[in-house]
């Protein structure tokens, strides 16, 4: 009989099952790829204290915990549905109907995609395909790109494509559009990557990053931005331009880019072609949470955590009994977070099933604490307003039991 099913093999859902499993529960972690990780196993970066950030590793060492402590882990596995029967969860999957009485989901985050002319190409890929294929299936995927999308996780995989030798010529904008949103927007971008200015490879662009995080001043260094960019790890950033094309017969060959204004509007006749032999689209992340959806959890609409997010506490409950959520599929953060909510969500099964009385409510809280202290502790934020997200959840979740008392207690609102 299993106690526990965790749904999804990344950082999350590994430090959940090792928690769970530490307190005698029986664990089933079930992953669609062919061995668990996540993506934690295209992440290869060095972090500001200098030391390197080796994903793989990471998921190896919680890989081996969680065989040590007979979690049963079934990789190449889909899930299509789970429902609630009596007291049980049925989960479905490609191999077969599993029951328990707790579930969590750690589905983790999917990418936004942004159509544009070309980009069924053979060559045009996601950002996120271009780490995996690099770092984790060590397939070089091409000599010269360009990246169109310019974000946080754009940035972070740039410093990895080139580390692996691979030439990026380029990062412009996407055509703005009602597709692009503000990706395809001057303005927003800037705003967006000024959170993460403290990161600027140069002490010239991490002060004058400062000056532009005023409203007039950024306006003003927007209408002035260098037509060919400035660099970053060498590569021209260029908020002025917009890729509108990409060209080839029957691969990438080049990419279309035209002049922009400050407001992301195409200036007419400005168009070039630039070479290229692969594009990497970086449309951003957002919450992959269908199945919390099939399964009637309710959700709430927060951009600051990404989108619609299932609706849950600080101990990763959701209103379903026996049903829990931690790592990307609750709001887009870095992997460190998602391990230490997986651990919370662990410790939050655990006490619901009722081990661990004499000291699992200290554990739990010290969790939740954790969580907070890694969060802060974050070099990179992926959205830029993750603490405000957070609290509008808390607060969220605190009305619902007031209103409906669907749990035992609600979490401390922070």
């Keep these: 009989m299993i106690d526990v099913i965790v749904i999804g093999g990344g950082p999350a859902g590994l430090a959940g099952a090792i928690a769970c499993a530490g307190s005698g529960l029986k664990v089933t972690v079930i992953d669609e790829f062919i061995k668990p990780g996540g993506r934690l196993l295209g992440q290869l970066h060095q972090e500001p204290s200098g030391e390197w950030w080796n994903g793989i590793k990471e998921s190896e ?47 983790g985050a ?9 980009w069924t190409l053979p060559g045009v890929m996601s950002i996120g395909a271009a780490q995996v294929m690099t770092n984790v299936h060590r397939i070089q995927v091409g000599k010269k790109g360009v990246i169109i999308g310019a ?29 692009s949103q503000k990706a395809g927007e001057p303005e927003e971008v800037m705003k967006s990557l000024l959170k993460a200015a403290h990161l600027a490879p140069s002490p010239l662009l991490r002060i004058g990053s400062g000056f532009m995080k005023n409203d007039w ?17 060498g590569t021209p950033l260029q908020l002025r331009k917009a890729a509108t094309e990409i060209i ?39 919450p992959l949470a269908e199945l919390a959806a099939v399964a009637g959890c309710p959700f709430q609409y927060v951009p600051e955590l990404g989108g619609h997010v299932p609706h849950h506490s600080e101990a990763m409950e959701t209103p379903l009994d026996g ?23 662990g410790l939050s099964i655990i006490k619901h099933a009722g081990k661990g009385l004499n000291t699992i409510d200290q554990q739990l809280q010290q969790a939740i604490q954790n969580v907070r202290n ?40 922070v």
């Excluded at 001043?217 to 790890?233: A, Q």
């Excluded at 060959?253 to 970086?282: H, K, L, M, P, W």
């Design 151 to 179: 974000n946080i996780l754009a940035f972070a995989i740039l410093n990895e494509l080139q580390l692996a030798g691979i030439t990026i010529d380029r990062v412009v904008l996407p055509e703005k559009s009602v597709l």
């Design 217 to 233: 001043i950024r306006k003003i260094g927007l209408n002035f931005y260098p037509k060919n960019g400035m660099k970053v790890n």
């Design 61 to 107: 060492r919680l890989h081996q915990e969680a065989k040590n402590l007979l979690v049963d882990i079934q990789c190449g596995v889909s899930v299509y549905n789970l429902e609630k029967e009596n007291h049980q969860w049925n989960v479905h999957t490609s191999l077969g109907t599993l029951e328990a009485p707790f579930v969590l989901l750690a589905t």
């Design 323 to 345: 049903l829990f959520v931690a790592g990307n599929i609750t709001g887009i953060e870095s992997g460190k977070i998602a391990m230490a909510q997986g651990t919370t969500a």
């Design 248 to 286: 080839g017969k029957d691969q990438v060959e080049g990419v279309r880019i035209a002049n922009i204004d400050a407001n992301g509007n195409i200036v007419a006749g400005s168009e070039t072609i630039y070479e290229a032999d692969f594009v990497c689209i970086a449309g951003g992340l957002y």
């Design 110 to 118: 999917a990418e936004y995609p942004i159509p544009l002319p070309g």
């Design 374 to 413: 890694v969060r802060q502790q974050a070099a990179i934020q992926f959205n830029s307003e993750i603490d405000r997200g957070r609290r509008k959840m808390h607060e969220l979740w605190g009305s619902l039991y007031l209103k409906n008392n669907y749990i035992s207690s609600p979490d401390k609102i």
